[in-house]
């Protein structure tokens, strides 16, 4: 009994489940058949799994593995517009009959541009939009499945060869949601599409990006202008790449029509000229103006045919953004006149406050940032205190500063003349140091004549008082003594030890910290942080005292040879 019952169950399941395939018609042909163009599809209806990647046409465009390719041509701006997107062979759709076959059925637009759909037919959709497409395809499958929601999605856009003539000229692999710009921007940077052409990549800049040629397959004429699209975002001056698209990339004559624009705007420069530009294509090529622009002051400079005379026109933004501009227009954008910036100063070392601090143009002293600083301390030493200024930073941009401004300020000179003469110069060029001649100590005693007045980048450096003075050289035990005020270089030289083996004490030089003047002992009041140098006598060997003598020996012989000649001539 129950074997039966069995049976009859599986009987009656087999039965339901042939009316259904019955309905749907997704069985009326043998999915294996030759003579079935959906063959690679092989839907597998009773798996999720959607393989694309077995369809026979996308192999066929797919780029072979020697072949240049573009990439990150698939990556998407954005969702798809369905009311600008464009249907073409090999778009790959997912159609979905909700309610009778509740998976999706992938389907590619044939060669001939339309969608099989097994059970409906033949629904053509090449060169309507996506929307449209969807319109179309809903509306036939509806007839056959009335109960079932049907959609259609976009699964994967179509790929295709687009060709290029001029630089790179070739045929390139793209898809339908690829814009030129990638295309071109791929080209330029490929130096095999270069070569192509037998152009350099050095020479990419001399073609045009603002009036490329794309001829499309219906025989429309679009103007790619990239420098526009990128300004304005406007798609007609970047469109989509369609099948049959033929661009034109092509030289650009610089020297013969150009516009300029520059003043106060974000990127200054020289642009390609296209007839119909006006001053409001103008800021769009330098992505506007900077902060400073005065727009009611736009000055446009227009040369005569013979270069002679010029033609200055003001103009207001607002009121002439339409205004037309001719080949060769230099556009200059004034900016306000604004004279307040940060102007600041560095203040280090024995203040109460270190830092930075604002100043005026050209009318603060230093007494006045000392005292917006807090400040001396205590332990401030204003006998070695200086102000620092940026020297002319004319040559600081060069790569050979140093060289540069050697030779531009010996120009002329009229004292620098022999070798010797000159590597003392480049000596002492080398030393310069944007110091300030101040003296802080007849500042602080009431000298007005030091209170200098500061300039921005200023660094105000108020030094320590190390007590101390620095001996080197030929003594016994070189480093810091104590200072002591009134004494002289012999107390430090004893304090360091004494004089060494080899001291030189006819030749004592103390260094002064501030100024690194070199002065004899019984010339300089030692201050603190100063330095004591005892120099080494230097001992010559013998070969050096035979080199002298002979010297001296052959200039007294010439000597004698020369005067002897001349008793004997007057004989």
């Known amino acids: ?93 997912s159609l979905g009959i909700w309610g009778v076959v509740n998976t999706p059925l992938p389907l590619a637009v044939s060669p001939e541009g339309s969608l099989i759909i097994p059970s409906v037919g033949e629904v053509a959709v090449s060169g309507l939009t996506l929307a449209e497409a969807k319109s179309r395809v809903i509306t036939a499958v509806k007839k056959r499945f009335i109960s079932a929601e049907i959609t259609l999605t976009l699964v994967s856009p179509r790929r295709f060869l687009v060709t290029v003539t001029g630089v790179g000229q070739g045929t390139y692999p793209t898809s339908a949601i690829m814009r030129a710009s990638s295309l071109i921007a791929f080209i330029f940077s490929d130096s095999l599409s270069l070569m192509k052409s037998g152009t350099t990549p050095g020479e990419r800049y001399n073609f045009s990006f603002r009036n490329i040629k794309l001829k499309r397959k219906n025989g429309e004429i679009q103007r790619i202008d990239l420098y526009e699209y990128f300004a304005t975002q406007n798609e007609r001056y970047n469109p989509f790449l369609r099948e049959g698209d033929v661009i034109t990339l092509q030289k650009y004559d610089w020297e013969g029509k150009f516009v ?52 200055k026109i003001y103009l207001n933004f607002e009121k002439d953004k339409n205004f037309k501009l001719e080949p060769n227009d230099r556009v200059y954008v004034n900016a306000h006149a604004e004279v307040r910036r940060d102007f600041r100063v560095l203040v280090l070392g024995e203040v109460v406050r270190p830092g930075n601090y604002p100043i005026t143009l050209n009318t603060t002293r230093l007494s ?95 030094a320590d008082n190390k007590k101390d003075v620095y001996v080197y050289g030929q003594v016994n035990r070189p480093g810091f003594v104590p200072y002591k005020e009134g004494a002289d270089a012999q107390y430090y030289i004893d304090a360091a030890g004494g004089y060494g083996e080899r001291a030189d004490e006819d030749e004592i030089r ?28 230097i001992k010559r060997d013998f070969a050096y005292d035979i080199d002298l003598i002979s010297k001296v020996a052959g200039v007294i012989v010439s000597v004698i040879t020369l005067t002897l000649l001349v008793i004997q001539s007057q004989k």
């Open 1 to 93: 009994m129950t074997i039966k019952l069995n049976l009859f169950l599986a009987f009656v399941f087999t039965v339901v489940i042939m009316n259904v395939f019955s309905q749907s018609g997704l069985n009326d042909k043998d999915p294996t058949s030759k003579s079935n163009p959906l063959k690679q599809l092989d839907l597998n209806m009773n798996t999720n799994k959607m393989d694309l990647q077995n369809f026979d046409i996308l192999k066929q465009i797919e780029p072979s593995a020697n072949t240049s390719t573009i990439y990150n041509d698939q990556l998407l701006e954005g969702a798809i517009d369905a009311g600008k997107y464009i249907i073409g062979p090999n778009d790959i759709f």
């Open 510 to 537: 103390v260094i002064k910290f501030k100024t690194r003047e070199w002065l004899e002992p019984e010339e300089a009041t030692i201050q603190s942080s100063d330095f004591v140098y005892v120099p080494r006598i």
């Open 260 to 311: 300029a624009v520059q003043g106060a705007v974000q990127f200054p420069g020289i642009f390609e000229y296209i007839p119909g530009d006006d001053l409001e294509t103008a800021m769009q090529l330098v992505r506007g103006v900077a902060s400073v622009a005065n727009l009611d002051s736009i000055t446009v400079s227009r040369m005569d045919p013979t270069a002679t005379k010029m033609e």
């Open 368 to 462: 006045d940032i000392i005292n917006e600083a807090g400040g001396l301390l205590p332990n401030s030493y204003l006998p070695n205190s200086e102000v620092y200024r940026k020297i002319d930073t004319f040559f600081i941009q060069t790569k050979n500063r140093d060289t540069l401004e050697n030779v531009y300020t010996r120009r002329l000179n009229d004292i620098v003349s022999n070798k010797e003469e000159k590597e003392s110069f480049d000596q002492d060029l080398l030393y310069k140091i944007g110091r300030v001649n101040v003296d802080f100590v007849k500042l602080e005693k009431g000298d007005n004549s030091q209170d200098i007045i500061l300039k921005h980048g200023d660094i105000v450096y108020i």
